[in-house]
């Protein structure tokens, strides 16, 4: 395969001497033209930009006037010209291309400020499918792909947060820039680009229902750099994918530190967690650590609500994470400030109880401004070496299946009411999982066990100590209903839940030895249905 190669070695230092400025995110935009026009640049521009520029009192020549071409078509046709490429692709030290500007009169373009139309805006909007096509921006991926390629002579900004440094950068080197400055900052203009395709081929897949795009890209915006990651020895960030979902992503930090990576994950495996919960229905609570839930509840009121999810595993939800369905209040807030945790996240927080937390400054209050919705669908992603899995979002709700019931007694009205609330909890607990729950409240949760029946027992074990610790007589566990977020493969994990005092079993079924399962319910009276939907979660 032959391979392009100019070796011409770029230079450390460019003057800016014209500049082509054309955005749609107008911050900061006139200030910058002006601090460029004090310096003598000469600045090029169209549409909006221009008449912004022009409005400042400012000296522009509009691009139409270089390419001799007028703009059309509602603006999709303007910079699409060789005057313009020509200016911002030609190598300067190259005879060949110097040549070729001047014989068909092409100036050379120093500097590209570019960004582009709000496609992710409308996009997040609802926007419909011709609004949505008409706001992918054509001219300005072109330009910006094109000045950043020649980033050896040309300095490509796509970003507003980068005008500060540029115009430091004349300042201290007399009107240039410095290659170093120039490399970062076509680095910074690929990876917008490749974002924004990123998102229009998510989207165009999705409003088409391709399921599995021949190539599939995720793209993001930086947010913030953490620290380190999961250990003090990695390296991480945090990106935001444009998906407008509530959650750890867009909610505002009220007080407290920098959130860690562990502290984003674990906070948004609990918002999705209680999300799972209508706040119209009752209020609710979710604790969680490590990812897992170590205590989920509703209750007639939230105060009552974390109460009950606390009394589940009190001592793994020291320095947990605390997720609930409606506005922190104050008498919730007083209760939670007794125990070290590490994040509370709520769709909104009082006054009265942002000033309780404030108590505990190292304490993260997120106000997410509403709660995900759970059957939404969306893309979950994870890497693997070589890789990227890509799946749809499990938006799977028990409230939507048709449940079976395979035994001989059907689940009582309390019964069935807890069957859904821990199958519910169970989705968000890691395989292999299982959850004992009773009148809306979690009384046991066995997490991510290799063995079924090591789950059952650890949640048992877990309701054992949990009753101690509340001077119980017995386990909540006793009376309680069970879920197993996937098929029970023999009978002996259904024995270790009867033994722990379940009365009523939830399960998908699916195995080959479902009856095997089902002889032993009927054979202990315990109610069992099928849901016929699993909900793995490695």
């Known amino acids: ?71 059309i078509m509602d603006g999709r046709v303007k910079t699409l010209h060789p005057t313009v490429h020509g200016g911002l692709l030609a190598i300067r030290d190259d005879g060949e291309h110097q040549e070729a500007m001047k014989k068909h009169g092409i100036e050379g373009i120093d500097l590209a400020v570019i960004n582009l139309y709000p496609f992710e805006d409308v996009r997040a909007a609802g926007g419909d499918y011709p609004t949505t096509v008409e706001n992918i921006d054509i001219g300005g991926p072109a330009m910006i792909r094109a000045s950043a390629k020649n980033h050896a002579y040309v300095t490509t900004l796509t970003d507003p947060a980068d005008y500060a440094e540029l115009l430091e950068q004349l300042s201290a080197d007399d009107g240039k820039t410095a290659y170093a400055f120039r490399q970062r900052m076509a680095a910074k203009a690929y990876a917008r680009t490749a974002a924004y395709d990123a998102m229009i081929s998510n989207w165009f897949a999705e409003a088409l229902t391709i399921d599995t795009p021949r190539h599939r890209v995720i793209g993001g915006a930086l947010k913030e750099e953490m620290r380190y990651g999961e250990n003090p020895h990695q390296q991480a960030a945090f990106y935001l994918t444009g998906e407008k979902r509530p959650g750890v992503s867009t909610a505002a930090l009220l007080q407290g530190k920098q959130l860690s990576y562990n502290n984003i994950n674990d906070t948004d495996a609990a918002y999705e967690l209680v999300a799972e919960f209508l706040p119209e229905k009752a209020p609710a609570c979710a604790i969680i650590k490590h990812a897992n839930p170590c205590g989920v509840a509703t209750g007639s009121s939230l105060v009552e609500a974390y109460r009950r999810a606390l009394a589940c595993d009190s001592v793994s939800a020291f320095g947990g994470i605390i997720a609930l369905n409606q506005t922190l209040d104050a008498e919730t807030a007083e209760e939670i400030v007794k125990l070290f945790t590490e994040v509370i996240i709520a769709p909104d927080v009082t006054e009265e109880a942002k000033a309780i937390v404030a108590r505990k400054p190292n304490l993260r209050l997120l106000s997410a401004g509403g709660l995900p919705d759970p ?38 009205a309390q019964e069935l009411e807890d069957m859904k609330f821990a199958f519910k909890v169970g989705k968000h607990v890691k395989s292999n999982a299982v959850v004992y729950a009773k009148d809306g409240q979690t009384a046991g949760i066995g997490a991510g066990q290799m063995s079924r029946v090591d789950s059952a027992r650890i949640a048992a074990l877990k309701a054992e100590e949990a009753a101690k610790a509340l001077g119980l007589a017995v386990p909540m566990t006793h009376g309680s209903a069970v879920a197993s977020e996937a098929f029970l493969p023999f009978a002996d994990g259904l024995l270790s839940m009867i033994a722990a005092g379940a009365t009523a079993v939830i399960q998908p079924g699916g195995s080959m030895r479902d009856q095997e399962v089902i002889d032993a319910a009927n054979e202990h009276g315990v109610a069992m249905v099928f849901t016929s939907m699993r909900h793995f979660r490695h």
């Open 375 to 412: 059957r939404a669908a969306g893309l979950t992603a994870k890497t693997v070496s070589g890789g990227l899995l890509v799946q749809s979002r499990d938006n799977g709700m028990v409230e939507d299946l048709e449940l079976k019931v395979v035994t001989r007694r059907a689940p009582t």
């Open 1 to 71: 395969m032959a391979v392009i190669s100019k070796k011409i070695p770029a230079p450390d230092k460019v003057e800016i001497k014209t500049a082509l400025i054309s955005v749609f995110d107008k911050t900061g935009i006139v200030d910058l033209a002006h601090a460029l026009s004090a310096r003598g640049v000469r600045l090029l521009s169209t549409g909006g930009t221009f008449k912004a520029i022009t409005a400042a009192g400012l000296a522009v020549t509009d691009v139409s006037e270089i390419t001799g071409f007028p703009e």
